[in-house]
């Protein structure tokens, strides 16, 4: 099944946390975040379409807050490393060259 498939199933139960609890457990599955969030932002175009009223997609754009921490550090959705995304360090943009390491 496909993550929105899931993220859709879990809003239709009705139940304004099941949304929260699948999209965590997805998450925890090895999704990427990327792919949490485009679900999510198919499953807020689906509510919108239907008429749906400010408090109704409040809900979706909660979890959304809570996977991309726009929330208390403690209510986050951690998201665990995916298989299609690297474990590593990045390198930032825009960092110093060598020859500047160091400097003040």
């Known amino acids: 099944m496909t993550t929105f498939k899931l993220v859709q199933a879990a809003w239709s139960t009705g139940d304004p946390l099941a949304l929260h609890r699948e999209v965590e457990q997805i998450a925890a599955q090895g999704i990427s975040k990327q792919s949490l969030e485009d679900a999510l932002e198919t499953l807020l175009r689906t509510v919108r ?23 208390h550090a403690n209510n986050r959705i951690s998201v665990s490393p995916s298989k299609d995304e690297p474990i590593g360090i990045v390198p930032l943009v825009g960092a110093l060259p060598s020859s500047h390491v160091g400097e003040r």
């Open 49 to 71: 379409a239907t008429g749906a009223d400010g408090h109704t997609e409040e809900i979706t754009n909660g979890v959304w807050d809570h996977l991309t921490g726009w929330c």
